[in-house]
């Protein structure tokens, strides 16, 4: 029977049906401007700041260290260019070349401008080596910039021992977690890491809304001016019934969900690479993202074969060149070491709270049969 | 993303699949070739690519045996590029795939830690730099043997030849012998008394005593033992014909054309090491006390040094083979010759291990190859670019779709698409047929191709213009960013008739 399985939840996420009723009553009879000093205003600063408390919360952050932003892309932006623009001195940034495209197109950007990027290497699980981070930091070094979990392979990093290495040599420590967020353990207790990057709508949140950690005392540079909203980091009009959503989409997240995710995400991959030959897992078995899977299909070409499962109702994202503008294969995998051939044959999966075992043995059954047949008309294997 | 037309063709293509003896075959994306020289491992021979036959068996990259199912040969002018590492050199066209692991650039992969830990790949002759590691497969079949026949009969006037054992014991002290006659021993053929012999350097008693201890626990048959002060040399004669005759038969003739026997080759590894044991102390040589220690094997037989990789590769030794070319040296004609050096360090352990002498390395040597499981991943070292004008071969392989050089892996297709073509003898093309590596757009609209192909006579097959085939799937609806996908069928059929024209010239 033809179901529908959304699992591209990497891409983004359905919003839960009760952040949204949550919303609601923000854009109607709760409209006030946080800013303003009447009681509507108030009444929106109220909620805006116990939004805030919530998030900083759930990362044992204090709630000043926050600051709301408009999602995961401009608080890449602003942490990195905030960072750099106000440190005259260094002129060094350090990352890995598995980045999202906000951080990776952020560096580029600033070495036109005459900033010096060291791109780090990634192991073929997506791991970065960090001697070679260690060895790469310089007196000139400004910042490291370093996902925690990647959006394509769902390689973790070490954040703790990345951290423990800026801390060392004295250098900001920026982190991408916009995919990890709510799904692997943040403590900032713990972790000695200076700027976070986080997303609503990857955690059944809206979109067009997202926020920066950054730590007590360290300056940023805001990128363009305006009031004194967020402190005047990020300056316009909050997005109240946003930040809201986003707040409320923070309070939902159960470590049971994970679990959930996890467990499913282990039966699909055992699945997959049981019932259809020639299968490569991309990215680490252990530590990864707890709902992601990124598999490559020998033979096959991504786009096409995503396109079978969407026309049986099944969303999943490839790393195809042929579904990008550019028609190149995914930096990621290419980074990984995989062929051209076989960066085109992968397939990213991502799960949700609400995915179940049901659409998982849907998936399963559609991808046998249509691995099948497109291996058949495969000039690469017939 | 797709209209409609596209994907009522994608989901239901009616043209996808192949034909089994089709009048002719284009292939676009990855002209992948090799020239005719090349040399391809089959079983148990290796012989040159435009030799093979459909249904002969060659290695495929997992060391296995398959069956080829369909070779190829086209002309092509343009640049080829060379290939070398240690086990030899390949030429091939740019596209071909070699399987390969691809070092980013990164200082950090110049130590082979790092480096193991990437993923092996098939990559592009052309995308492969000096420094990155090639596959090259162990043979995995083991088939061990406790027995041979002497399945030579007796001759009907012999009457003075040994009472000699009908079945002869596969074991180290045969296998030892091998090795010794492999590279020590000869036959004399004259008539009513053809003998084998085994010349040995007048010092080297303990193998001379080895030869006529197995001979006698073997065949029962004393050997005579001449020694020859003015040449060096001892020589160990075995006095039967019959034997004669088994070992002409089991090894070959003559130092150019002696050959390991096929089974040999798949014996457990712990019985090979005797194997090997017998061929170094014929013609190999150790010399530990140098600089660079190492060893050394040398013969002027191509087909036996190729033999001999296999077995050292099978112990996890890395062997380095050079051809040297014929010389005089000192007034003596030296004929062409292949040496095998064995200088890597780990490498030299196990072979002084096999040969049951002590080496104890004094430095560590830097390790650029090395082994796991089932492949030697070795550097390449050299490229060169050559500009070819004649015949190139290729092979499809069942299965795998791989096979192996002396000194490489290839794939034997990497190309996105192929078309299958049967023409009647009007020109019509009665029926076609596609195999695509390609996105949506490809597949559909390669069906698209071969329904306007399909009853069309060859000319007219020619004239069709991709826009044609873009109208068929809803012309201006197929998004610019798909245009692209859907010109590789045409080229794919422009090729195919091409090769059909040049087939019936």
């Known amino acids: ?382 | 993303m797709y209209n409609k037309k596209v994907m009522k063709r994608f989901l239901k293509p009616k043209y996808a699949g192949k034909i089994k003896d089709p009048d002719a075959v284009g292939e676009v994306g990855n002209p992948n070739c090799l020239l005719p020289t090349e040399k391809i491992h089959t079983n148990p021979n290796i012989m040159k690519i435009s030799g093979l036959e459909v249904n002969e068996k060659v290695l495929d990259y997992k060391g296995e045996y398959r069956r080829i199912i369909n070779r190829f040969s086209r002309n092509y002018d343009g640049k080829i590029i060379k290939l070398k590492n240690k086990l030899g050199v390949i030429s091939l066209t740019s596209e071909h795939l070699v399987y390969a692991v691809k070092l980013p650039k990164h200082d950090k992969y110049f130590r082979t830690k790092n480096k193991k830990k990437l993923i092996p790949s098939w990559y592009h002759a052309e995308d492969l730099k000096k420094r990155d590691v090639i596959l090259y497969p162990i043979i995995q079949k083991d088939e061990d043997l406790n027995f041979i026949d002497l399945d030579v009969p007796k001759k009907k006037y012999d009457f003075k030849s040994y009472n000699l054992p009908e079945k002869i014991p596969v074991n180290g002290d045969f296998l030892r012998l091998s090795g010794y006659f492999l590279a020590e021993g000869s036959i004399r053929e004259r008539k009513c008394n053809n003998i084998i012999t085994f010349s040995f350097n007048i010092n080297e008693k303990e193998f001379v005593n080895d030869v006529v201890n197995i001979s006698k626990k073997l065949f029962g048959i004393i050997p005579t033992v001449k020694h020859i002060e003015k040449r060096k040399t001892s020589i160990v004669t075995i006095n039967s014909a019959r034997l004669a005759r088994f070992f002409k038969r089991l090894f070959n003739k003559g130092a150019g054309n002696k050959s390991i026997p096929q089974f040999m080759l798949f014996l457990p590894i712990s019985k090979q090491k005797e194997l090997i044991k017998g061929l170094w102390r014929g013609d190999g040589y150790v010399s530990l006390n140098r600089s660079n220690p190492r060893a050394g094997y040398s013969t002027i037989s191509y087909y036996l040094t190729q033999q001999i990789k296999i077995l050292l590769l099978r112990q996890k030794v890395i062997p380095s083979i050079y051809e040297e070319n014929e010389k005089v040296v000192k007034g003596v004609k030296h004929q062409k010759s292949y040496r095998i050096h064995v200088g890597q360090r780990d490498s030299l352990l196990r072979l002084c291990s096999i040969l049951g002498m002590e080496y104890i390395p004094k430095s560590f040597a830097s390790v650029d190859s090395w082994f796991d499981e089932s492949y030697l991943y070795t550097p390449i070292t050299g490229i060169e670019k050559i500009d070819y004008s004649g015949k190139v071969h290729n092979l499809e392989v069942e299965n795998t779709h791989s096979f192996v050089s002396e000194a490489f892996t290839l794939h034997n297709c990497g190309d996105l698409m192929r078309i299958y073509l049967k023409v009647d003898k009007k020109g019509v093309i009665k029926k076609i047929r596609f195999n695509t590596f390609g996105c949506g757009m490809a597949i559909a609209a390669s069906d698209a191709m071969c329904e306007l192909v399909e009853g069309k006579t060859i000319d007219e097959a020619l004239k069709i213009k991709s826009k044609d085939i873009l109208d068929l799937m809803g012309g201006r609806d197929v998004p610019v960013l798909k245009v692209h996908c859907s010109v590789l069928g045409e080229s794919a059929l422009k090729e195919a008739i091409k090769n059909y024209k040049n087939k019936k010239k």
């Open chain 1, 1 to 382: 029977m033809r179901r529908f399985v959304y699992m591209d939840n990497g891409a983004t996420t359905m919003a839960d049906p009760e952040v949204v009723k949550t919303m609601l009553p923000y854009f109607t009879e709760k409209f006030g401007n946080a800013s303003s000093v009447h009681g509507k205003g108030q009444e929106a600063k109220r909620v805006l700041e116990e939004s805030r408390e919530t998030v900083a919360k759930s990362i044992r952050a204090k709630p000043g260290e926050i600051i709301f932003t408009s999602g995961g892309t401009e608080s890449d932006n602003l942490a990195i260019k905030g960072v750099v623009y106000n440190n005259k001195e260094k002129n060094h940034i350090i990352t890995s070349n598995i980045e999202h495209h906000a951080v990776l197109n952020t560096c580029k950007e600033l070495e036109k401008e005459g900033f010096k990027v060291t791109y780090l290497d990634v192991d073929k699980e997506g791991f970065i080596d960090l001697e070679q981070l260690e060895k790469s930091i310089t007196h000139k070094t400004a910042l490291v910039s370093i996902m925690q979990g990647n959006n394509e392979i769902g390689t973790i990093q070490d954040i703790e021992k990345i951290g423990k290495i800026c801390k060392k040599n004295n250098v900001l420590f920026h982190s991408d977690t916009v995919q990890s967020f709510t799904k692997t353990p943040l403590d900032l207790k713990r972790v000695n890491v200076d700027l976070l990057s986080f997303s609503a709508h990857k955690i059944h949140g809206p979109k067009g809304v997202g926020a920066l950690f950054v730590r007590e005392g360290i300056k940023i540079k805001p990128l363009y001016q305006g009031g004194a909203h967020e402190r005047s980091i990020r300056p316009g009009t909050e997005n109240i019934s946003g930040i809201v959503g986003f707040a409320k989409a923070v309070s939902l997240c159960k470590s049971g969900h994970v679990e959930h995710m996890k467990k499913l995400r282990d039966y699909f991959i055992d699945s997959v690479l049981r019932d259809i030959d020639n299968v490569l897992l991309n990215g680490p078995r252990k530590e990864r993202l707890c709902n992601n899977a990124n598999l490559c299909f020998r033979h096959v070409e991504g786009e096409g074969l995503g396109a079978y499962l969407d026309v049986n109702g099944i969303c999943v994202s490839s790393g195809s060149a042929c579904s990008s503008l550019e028609l190149k294969p995914s930096h990621v995998l290419t980074a990984i070491g995989l062929s051209k051939e076989l960066a085109n044959g992968s397939l990213r999966f991502t799960l949700s709270k609400f995915t179940t075992k049901e659409d998982i043995d849907y998936v399963l059954e559609n991808l046998v049969k249509h691995v099948g047949k497109l291996r058949k008309i495969s000039p690469l294997r017939s």
